[in-house]
């Protein structure tokens, strides 16, 4: 099992995005848990690299490592877990 360590700093900046251009990031909340199946996987590295500098940090590059994860196995999803 693949884990990230760091976590999302939660900003009004992830408010402030495009739910057309950010689905993703869209459907992440500080309390609730989001999952991703490989169906979805290539929308979040691409999503990932156009986030505004107020959404990023170091979870950015743990999630798209993740990603990479994901996209090498079989039957696997990506987990955001809240609070």
Same mark, same amino acid.
């Given at each position: 099992? /693949?884990?990230?360590? #760091?976590?999302?700093?939660?900003? /009004?900046?992830?408010? @402030?995005? @495009? !739910?057309?251009?950010?689905?993703? !990031?869209? /459907? &992440?909340? !500080?309390?609730?848990? /989001?999952?991703?199946? $490989? *169906? *979805?996987?290539?929308?979040?590295?691409? =999503?990932? @690299?156009?986030?505004?500098? #107020?959404?990023?940090?170091?979870?950015?590059? $743990?999630?798209? =490592?993740?990603? $990479?994860?994901? =996209?090498?196995?079989?039957?696997?999803?990506?987990?955001? &877990?809240? @609070?």
């Amino acid at each position: 099992m /693949a884990r990230a360590k #760091a976590g999302v700093e939660w900003t /009004a900046a992830f408010a @402030d995005l @495009d !739910p057309a251009n950010f689905p993703m !990031p869209r /459907a &992440l909340t !500080p309390h609730g848990d /989001a999952v991703f199946n $490989q *169906r *979805r996987l290539p929308l979040p590295p691409a =999503e990932l @690299d156009r986030l505004p500098a #107020a959404c990023g940090g170091v979870w950015v590059v $743990q999630a798209r =490592e993740l990603c $990479q994860v994901v =996209e090498r196995g079989l039957h696997l999803y990506r987990w955001f &877990l809240g @609070d």
